[in-house]
């Protein structure tokens, strides 16, 4: 069996992960794992933009802090959102020096605007962005001579002291040594040694009924983590993003914020623009707001959708400023220059994660975690729009610079063995994967949603515990699969969500308690195993 040896293993090939790679392949060898073809990763699906302070005669950085500050209500570190809005340009042109092709009028860069931005400073490729910034990345990572991209290889756990048999202490004495890795195409598990170990796994949107993610956002990073002992934070706060498309067949396509900061208006069956009930910002207000307001239109009136109507904006300009909106929307039979967009929230964003700090070192030595997958602090309780790219950014850039000066002084722990698969088999219980999966997101969706409650949360609770014993049991006596792995992660993430969501006896932010109705306490969530 070869031995697979790399000074860098990157999880996951979204922007974190490659940005990782890219700089940390000026200094050594990289492996980038990702679970399907480099391209799939939530990244691509971006919509809006990416949040910078890009015309400073019109911005400013303290301004950037305050607006993320505000949505994050209370609960961001400070140190980490002034990081972020200080280092985010320089990244950003380094985006710009790669080759993206941000939209730009009459030669510079168009700034658009988002909810609970206070200025416009969103730079964007048109409305897919994501796409524009992940190719860009993919081409220059893959024509890397220093890095190899294993696509079709999905990491299914950390190797840390445990795998050596040795007590793992209490204590953060914990080391990663890489991960065992399923190649899917021949269907055998790679042990990957590497000095650092970078979780870039991205997002967890998939542990909800509706989502506007793709599906390989299955929580794996966060997953792993949390059964190596990693310290994990605010689960609690799942972002749902108020506008996604509530047509059957769309499979909750994403309306981007961006639109709203165009000029749409969120309306209700009988044409009433509701959202001055709500807040002063209206359509700009954060999202918690807007997707709150929007559950409690649809739970008032008993209806099934919000209506978002760009019909009284220019037709051309619509079309031309938000062209993958408008023409997915068209192939649904939709021409939103003529008619209104019917839309509900879906789950969006993890706020929470694997703990770092701003280094993006987590409690794990050897180990680092950015973007989706990492709580840095920079969120708090709720993530402003277009702040996700750019945290991704300055985190694999932050964590790149620590890993390169670490690694000189590190070595492979070459007495891991080998993955044993012996008394395992193949059942023909597939079937169960699918139900489980199917009905753990939609015991998330109906009880641990916008509104939640103690009753809800703890049935919720009970559910899960019986979907993981039935999983875990199943896992022990089966051959690895990705689905399989996939379902045993997302059950963990659940599990996460619901506990740390029970622990906050408060409503702040994303995380809204009819028990708890008010602001009480400050604290950042921390579970470890
Ligand atoms: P991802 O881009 O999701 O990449 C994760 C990678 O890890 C993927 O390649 C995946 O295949 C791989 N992976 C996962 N698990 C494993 C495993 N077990 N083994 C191997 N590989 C694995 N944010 C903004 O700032 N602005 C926007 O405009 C914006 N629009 C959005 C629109 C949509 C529809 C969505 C879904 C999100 C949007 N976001 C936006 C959020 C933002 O896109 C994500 O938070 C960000 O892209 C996360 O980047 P990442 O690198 O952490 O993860
Ligand atoms: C959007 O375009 O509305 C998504 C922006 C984000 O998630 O930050």
Known sequence: MPTYSYDFLVIGSGIAGLTFALKA?????????????????????????IAGVLE?????????????LDAGAGLCNREAVELVVREGPRLIQELIDLGVEFTRKNGKLDLGREGGHS?????????????????????????????????YHFAVDLLTEHHLDQEVCQGDDIHCFGAYVLDQKNNTVKRMLAKVTVLASGGAGEVYQHSTNPSIATGDGVAMGYRAKA?????EFIQFHPTSLNIYEADSFLISEALRGYGAILRNKDGEAFMAEYDDRKELAPRDIVARAIDDQLKQRGEESVYLDVTHLDAEQTK????????????FGLDITQKQIPVVPAAHYVCGGISTDLDGQTSIQQLFACGETACTGIHGANRLASNSLLESLVFA?????????????????ERIPEWDESGM???EEWVLISHNREELRKIMWNYVGIVRSNLRLERALRRINLLYEEVESFYDRTKLSVPLCELRNLISVAYLI????????????????????????????????
Not at 503 to 508: G, L, P, Q
């Open 25 to 49: 392949a000026k200094h050594g060898r990289v492996a980038v794992v990702t679970k399907k073809e480099s391209m799939e990763a939530n990244t691509a699906y971006a919509q809006g933009g």
């Open 56 to 68: 400073p005669e019109n911005d400013s950085f303290e301004k950037h802090i305050e607006d993320t």
């Open 119 to 151: 200025e416009n400073r969103i730079v964007h490729a048109k409305d897919a962005t994501g796409r524009e910034v992940q190719q860009a990345l993919v081409n220059t990572v893959k024509s890397h001579p220093n890095v190899k991209v294993f696509e």
């Open 231 to 235: 310290h994990i934070a605010n689960m």
């Open 320 to 331: 031309r400023e938000f062209p993958n909106i408008y023409e997915t929307c068209l192939r």
């Open 397 to 413: 850039d932050q964590s790149a610079q620590k890993a390169i000066a670490m690694i000189d002084e590190l070595g492979f722990e």
């Open 425 to 427: 088999v193949n059942t």
């Open 498 to 529: 619901v506990q740390s969501a029970l622990k906050r006896k408060e409503s702040r932010g994303l995380h809204y308690t009819t028990d708890y109705p008010n602001l009480e306490d400050t604290k950042n969530t921390i579970i470890r195993r």
